[in-house]
Nanobody, 125 residues
Framework: QVQLVESGGGLVQAGGSLRLSCAAS????????MGWFRQAPGKEREFVAA????????YYADSVKGRFTLSRDSAKRTVYLQMNSLKPEDTAVYYC??????????????????WGQGTQVTVSS
């Protein structure tokens, strides 16, 4: 069983930056593909970014490409989402997710087995 805990959310002005962290406990972190998703009020949960277990594959949603950077530190069992040039439309609850192995598209919400509780990101205009 894997437990995921997100942190780093908060309130920031447009153009600002935040770094989200997702700390994993349980399981073998080095074998897990990790993803970030977000959900705004009244909207479906959407893909933000994902990184494969070996960090060779990294994917971003078009809406965040060039602004967000995803990385992982296996020694700390943590993934980081650096978010720069934030926009009001980035406002959402951000969720970390994990799935072992290499089962398919890392962009799919339904792929992931484990989810964190989420952290709120609010970008003011």
């Amino acid at each position: 069983q894997v437990q995921l805990v997100e942190s780093g959310g908060g309130l920031v002005q447009a153009g600002g930056s935040l770094r989200l962290s997702c700390a994993a406990s349980g399981g073998t972190f080095s074998t897990y593909n990790m993803g970030w998703f977000r959900q705004a009020p009244g909207k479906e949960r959407e893909f933000v970014a994902a990184i494969s277990w070996n960090a060779i594959r990294i994917y971003y949603a078009d809406s965040v490409k060039g602004r967000f950077t995803l990385s992982r530190d296996s020694a700390k069992r943590t993934v980081y989402l650096q978010m720069n040039s934030l926009k009001p439309e980035d406002t959402a609850v951000y969720y970390c997710a994990a799935v072992p192995g290499a089962p398919g598209s890392l962009r799919a919400v339904t792929l992931y087995d484990y989810w964190g509780q989420g952290t709120q990101v609010t970008v003011s205009s």
